[in-house]
Structure formats: C-alpha cells, structure tokens
C-alpha cells in the first residue's frame, strides 16, 4: 500500500538556523514527488515537482532532494516568514489514476 | 490569472441536511480533483475528473457523496444526508494533465 510519512511532525527555529524535513515514501512506482506549502486557512500551495532519484530544485531559502526512498526540504537560513505547514505527496505511477497520496505534514515555526 | 476558487468558505449544517461545494477550477484546467482533510488527519484524495468525466472516484466514502462537473469546467459536491463524520476541510484542485495541482483555499464543513 502506498505509504508517506513526514517528520518531524513539528519544528521551531531560530531565524538564520538552518534545517531539513524529511519526506519518505512507499509507492510501486513513483510518478511525481510534489512538495507544497501550506499557511492557516488556506490551501496547500505549490513549491516543488521531483520526478527522478538524484533530482535538486531551489527556490529562494528552500531546496528539495529526492531518492529512491526519501525527499528532503531543505530551509537555509529561514526566516520567520517561513513559517507554515510543509506537506509532501506522491503520485503512484501504477495505480493508473493521478490521485496525490499526502502525508501529514511537517508544522514549521521560525522564530525572530 | 484567477487561481481556482471555493465557494463556502465554511458551512455549518445539522446531521440529516444537504450541503453543496462549488469549485471553479483555473481556465483551461481539464483535470479537476476533489480531497477532503479530517481534524489531525492527511488531506485523502475523494475524486479525479478530467473534463466532464469521473477518471478516478475511489476515495469517496459512500454514496451520501455526489460529485458532479458540468460541461468540463466547475464542479459540485454534494453531501446528503450528512453526518457528524463528514465535518473536515474539502479541497478542490485543477491542474494540466500530469503536472502539479493548485489547490482552492477549501471549504470548511462543520456537521452539528
């Protein structure tokens, strides 16, 4: 069964202190790794697609890695707007549907 | 450009009564999708259209549940009758084929 799981389930920074969150996933074939970001009341909101084992995307403070059996996002020197809900959610390519598998997210707090 | 819009933002209901969800999704959109986030739970895939068809409908718990998108472009989703299980958080998204979803900002059900 298709299976992701974040941790840590929550995180407090400092401003400036750098950190990973990790995202690791059971599927039969992966068709897509999607990272999202996610503030209060609000929808989850587009960050990252990775579709392949040793793929990296940047976007400002934040870096996202992929394997075979994980993804990372990594927060460089974050700031307190940073701060949100990180999900992560794969798609299955033997499933035959395009249907997101979400985990449960990764509650960010960066501190001034 | 519009992203893709929910209509309630929250709905407050008593067991037994109808409730319906509007999602219009991004202009052009031919995949639209249905999810639902129950109280300290992931947000669980519900349904898949593409254009007016049902591609994928497995998650959606029984038929109380009644999802319709008529001529391809917004959708409904209709409870009846709800129960106290149905309260969560329902978000709709669009995408382009197998690229990454954009979700609405979601429709909040509370079941009294």
């Known amino acids: 069964e298709d299976q992701v799981t974040q941790s840590p389930e929550a995180l407090r920074l400092q401003e400036g202190e750098s950190s990973s969150l990790n995202c690791s996933y059971t599927?039969?074939?992966?068709?897509?790794l999607f990272w999202y970001r996610q503030d209060p009341g609000k929808g989850p909101e587009f960050l990252f697609t990775?579709?392949?084992a040793g793929e990296e995307k940047e976007k400002e403070r934040l870096k996202a890695t992929l394997t075979k059996k994980e993804s990372f996002l990594h927060i460089t020197a974050p700031k307190p707007e940073d701060s949100a809900t990180y999900l992560c959610?794969?798609?299955?390519?033997?499933?035959?549907?395009?249907?997101?598998?979400f985990g449960t997210g990764t509650r960010l707090k960066v501190l001034a | 450009e519009a992203g893709v819009t929910q209509f309630p933002s929250h709905s407050v209901i008593e067991k037994g009564q109808t409730v319906t969800l509007r999602c219009d999704p991004i202009?052009?959109?031919?995949?639209l999708y249905w999810y639902r986030r129950v109280m300290g739970k992931e947000i669980k895939f519900l349904l898949h259209?593409?254009?007016?068809?049902?591609?994928?409908e497995s998650g959606m718990p029984n038929n109380r549940f009644l999802a319709e998108r008529t001529g391809g472009t917004y959708s409904t989703l209709k409870v009846q009758p709800a129960e106290l299980e149905d309260s969560g958080v329902y978000f709709c998204?669009?995408?382009?084929?197998?690229?990454?979803?954009?979700f609405g900002p979601g429709t909040r059900l509370t079941v009294t």
């Open positions: 998204a669009s995408s382009q084929g197998l690229a990454e979803e954009y």
């Open positions: 990775l579709y392949s």
């Open positions: 202009s052009g959109h031919d995949n």
């Open positions: 599927v039969s074939g992966l068709r897509g």
């Open positions: 959610a794969v798609r299955d390519a033997t499933s035959g549907t395009y249907k997101y598998i």
């Open positions: 259209f593409v254009k007016e068809s049902k591609q994928d």
